[in-house]
């Protein structure tokens, strides 16, 4: 059942997302990318960007929302960004996704679907922002979330590009 | 990575149930929300301080302040710009940089954010992954759902090694250690390709392995652990209704 429709197996479905949503909490916690002037980014919104290209939307959206949410609760003191992570980066991979499903391959509906959720992933963190730490301190944080969801997006494009020219399967995966 | 989550122990807090745990998030998410004096707030965010302190060591009241302070510096400076209502306590040429509203405003917030912050964090450092998903399962999260949390939390540190490793092979073969300077492009995306393919490629292994074990099939399941029932949990409820009451009692007083 894998081998002829991989996508419609619900194992298949479960195995995907878990193994994505484990990329993402890796990217998200352990890769720290230090930035030219100052301060770090994490690779979190390479692994949406990518799943939603490669995958589709509802992939994207479970494993980008789970695999945040999942670095935010293991992190410790971010444990009560996790909830927000989970909504905030699944509406990202969802539109990313649903996007670039629209006419699968064409790189300029992935830059239009990677910079919508890159404006909604920005848009959400700052509305919570507000509510949780004052309209000061919540601006503030979007110049670093714009700069890393921007490398998210132009990694991520790239990245899929390369695995899915790299290993043909992965075209006939998405749901 | 994962042993940052869990912090194995014996406290009270340890011992109660994974579901009142649960349970008292939004709890503690309401009490800070509930429009109240900074006062109320401190002595909220004392007492969880105190819990924190009692189960799990004074030590543990410092890493969400080492990882927080620049949040609680930026709102200690940008906050009192932002609410200038009540009498002014400081200003420049005219304009009124703090008043006694800033200051409420600012003590509000901070007292919240470190409030909420100490309260999930006492609450992941003493709660197990597997009564989580447990707890999850019990308040009606679907069973494949659990699952994907599961393995998600068991494949984490292998991907993690993966990271490591496919990284400190590209740097030796590029001769890149030395240089820290590099295009994020050209550093990055030959690593993420060589362990997205890694990690994707385990997929239908995965999924294979998944349906050898019978996923998918209506048969009832053995399961090897389980939550507490009978006395056990009613305590631990009643504890819930304590502890809420506690967070609560500003609303409770003023009803």
């Given at each position: 059942m894998i081998e002829e429709q991989p996508a419609a197996s619900p194992a298949f479905r479960v195995a995907s997302i878990a193994i994505l949503a484990a990329v993402t909490t890796v990217l998200t916690r352990v890769v720290q990318?230090?930035?030219?002037?100052?301060?770090?980014?994490?690779?979190?919104?390479?692994?949406i960007v990518f799943t939603a290209i490669a995958l589709g939307p509802f992939s994207g959206a479970i494993s980008g929302g789970l695999g945040t949410a999942l670095a935010d609760l293991l992190s410790g003191p971010y444990a009560f960004w996790a909830p927000i992570s989970?909504?905030?980066?699944?509406?990202?991979?969802?539109?990313?996704?649903?996007?670039?499903?629209a006419r699968p391959g064409a790189v300029g509906l992935q830059v239009?679907?990677?910079v919508v959720g890159m404006a909604v992933m920005a848009g959400g963190y700052l509305l919570a922002g507000i509510f949780l730490e004052g309209t000061g301190p919540a601006v503030t944080e979007v110049p670093?979330?714009?700069?890393?969801?921007?490398?998210?997006?132009?990694?991520?494009?790239?990245?899929?590009?390369?695995?899915?020219?790299?290993?043909?399967?992965?075209k006939q995966w998405k749901w | 990575m994962i042993a940052e989550f869990y912090s194995p122990g014996s406290s009270f807090?340890?011992?109660?149930?994974?579901?009142?745990?649960?349970?008292?998030?939004p709890v503690v998410l309401g009490a800070f929300f509930v429009p109240s004096t900074p006062w109320v707030l401190l002595a909220l965010a004392a007492?969880?301080?105190?819990?924190?302190?009692?189960?799990?060591?004074?030590?543990?009241?410092?890493?969400?302040?080492?990882?927080?302070?620049?949040?609680?510096?930026?709102?200690?400076?940008?906050?009192?710009?932002?609410?200038?209502?009540?009498g002014a306590v400081l200003g420049i040429r005219g304009t009124t940089v703090l008043?006694?509203?800033?200051?409420?405003?600012?003590?509000?917030?901070?007292?919240?954010?470190?409030?909420?912050?100490?309260?999930?964090?006492?609450?992941?450092?003493?709660?197990?992954?597997?009564?989580?998903?447990?707890?999850?399962?019990?308040?009606?999260l679907p069973y494949a759902a659990c699952l994907v949390m599961t393995i998600t939390l068991r494949t984490i540190p292998a991907l993690a090694a993966t990271w490591h490793a496919v990284r400190d092979a590209h740097r030796l073969r590029?001769?890149?250690?030395?240089?820290?300077?590099q295009p994020i492009v050209r550093t990055y995306l030959p690593v993420l390709t060589s362990v997205l393919i890694e990690a994707v490629k385990g997929i239908p292994v995965l999924a294979m392995a998944l349906e050898s074990r019978g996923f998918g099939r209506s048969n009832p399941r053995t399961s090897f652990s389980g939550l507490k029932t009978g006395p056990g949990l009613a305590v631990d409820l009643g504890a819930l209704v304590a502890v809420s009451a506690a967070l609560l009692w500003p609303v409770l007083v003023r009803w």
């Open positions: 990318v230090p930035l030219p002037a100052r301060g770090y980014i994490n690779l979190g919104d390479v692994a989970l909504v905030v980066h699944g509406l990202q991979g969802l539109l990313v996704g649903l996007i670039a499903r239009v679907g990677g670093g979330n714009l700069i890393q969801g921007g490398v998210g997006v132009v990694l991520g494009i790239l990245v899929a590009a390369a695995v899915l020219r790299a290993y043909p399967p992965l | 807090l340890h011992r109660w149930d994974a579901r009142a745990k649960l349970l008292v998030l007492g969880i301080a105190v819990v924190i302190t009692i189960s799990l060591g004074p030590a543990q009241l410092l890493p969400p302040l080492r990882t927080l302070w620049p949040v609680l510096v930026l709102i200690t400076l940008l906050t009192p710009p932002f609410h200038t209502g009540g008043s006694t509203g800033g200051i409420r405003t600012t003590l509000t917030l901070l007292l919240r954010f470190l409030g909420i912050t100490y309260g999930f964090f006492a609450v992941v450092r003493t709660l197990s992954l597997d009564d989580l998903v447990l707890g999850l399962r019990w308040f009606g590029s001769g890149t250690v030395e240089r820290k300077r």
